[in-house]
Structures are given as C-alpha cells and as structure tokens.
C-alpha cells in the first residue's frame, strides 16, 4: 500500500496513461489505441506496484526523450 501514492505521482505527470482504483485493484493503461497496455495489481501489492513503477520509468514505458541535434554535437 505504500508504493500507491508513487504510483500515482508517475501517472499524474504523463499524459499518455491512465491510472484507475476499482474493488480493490488498480490499473494502469499506457499508450492510445491498439497499441494500448494495460497493468493491473492489487491495491496493496507493494511488489508488483513497484515493478509497475519502474516499467513506467526506465523500462517498456518509459518515455523516450527526444534530444537536440545541437546538444549531441556539444
């Protein structure tokens, strides 16, 4: 239960994922259309919450940043 409220703050700051908390479970939908993915944990499983966390941020889900051209010359 106490990975909840990070799970939240990764979520709130992407506007490409959806995090919803129904009958004790929580799913997180990332991407738009087909290509859609959808997680799903029990509320208070704090292992895979944070697995799904760190998919979000460094993994399958993570946002690719797109770098300048001027700062890979630098």
């Keep these: 239960m106490k990975q909840l409220g990070n799970l939240s703050i990764v979520c709130a700051k992407r506007t490409d994922v959806l995090m919803q908390i129904y009958g004790g479970q ?22 895979v919450i944070q697995h799904i966390i760190h998919e979000l ?18």
């Design 26 to 47: 929580v799913s997180v939908h990332v991407g738009e259309g087909p290509e859609r993915t959808s997680l799903f944990a029990a509320w208070d499983d704090d292992e």
């Design 57 to 74: 941020n460094f993994g399958r889900y993570a946002v690719k940043e797109k770098r300048n051209s001027k700062e890979d010359a630098a």
